[in-house]
C-alpha cells in the first residue's frame, strides 16, 4: 500500500509540473511578438489606465488586457489576420477601443522651426542693414555731424567742432 500511495504522490506532482509548463508557455505565448503588434491598435478597458493592450499594469496581469490577449493569441492561432482580430474587438466593444497609428508629420515640427527662426534671423539682418549709417566726412573718413537747420542747436554743433579740433 504505501508503494501505492508513492506513485499516486509522484503522477499527481507531475501532472502539477506538466500544468504550470503548458500555463508558461501560454504566457510567454501571449507575450509575442505578433500579439503585441495586434495588442498595441487595442485601448486596456480597464479603467484604470488609457494603455494599449501591453500595459504592464500589475505586472501585466490586468483584468482586461491579459484575457484580451489570450483571445487575439487563439484569434491568430485559428488563421485570422490583424484586421480580423481588430475588427472583432472593435465590434465587441464598440469604435472607442481602437488605437490607430501615431500621426507621422511630427517629423516636419523640428524642421519648420529652424526655418521659421531662420527666417525670423534674416528678416531682422535685413531691417538692420537698411538703416543708414551715419553720413562720413569725404575728407577725413570719419563720422560727420548732421546738418542742422535750427539756430538755436546751430551753437552747441560750434562748440562740439572746436571741442573735436581740440581733441586732434
Not at 12 to 39: F, M, P, Y
Request: charged fraction near 25%; aromatic fraction near 6%.
Amino acid at each position: 500500500m504505501p508503494l501505492l500511495k508513492s506513485n499516486s504522490v509522484k503522477r499527481v506532482l507531475l501532472g502539477l509540473a506538466l500544468a504550470v509548463v503548458t500555463l508558461a508557455q501560454t504566457a510567454s505565448q501571449i507575450e509575442s511578438d505578433e500579439v503585441k503588434r495586434v495588442a498595441s491598435h487595442l485601448t486596456c478597458q480597464c479603467g484604470a489606465c488609457k494603455d494599449n493592450l501591453n500595459c504592464m499594469m500589475s505586472a501585466g496581469q490586468c483584468h482586461f488586457c491579459k484575457p484580451a490577449r489570450t483571445k487575439i493569441y487563439k484569434m491568430q492561432t485559428a488563421g485570422l489576420d490583424d484586421k480580423q482580430v481588430i475588427d472583432s474587438f472593435i465590434r465587441e466593444y464598440g469604435p472607442a477601443i481602437f488605437r490607430p497609428d501615431p500621426n507621422n508629420s511630427f517629423w516636419i515640427v523640428p524642421y519648420a522651426s529652424l526655418a521659421a527662426g531662420v527666417g525670423l534671423i534674416w528678416m531682422v539682418l535685413k531691417r538692420m542693414m537698411r538703416k543708414p549709417l551715419a553720413p562720413v566726412a569725404a575728407a577725413t573718413g570719419e563720422p560727420a555731424l548732421p546738418e542742422i537747420d535750427d539756430p538755436a542747436l546751430a551753437k552747441y554743433r560750434e562748440t562740439i567742432e572746436r571741442d573735436l579740433a581740440k581733441l586732434e
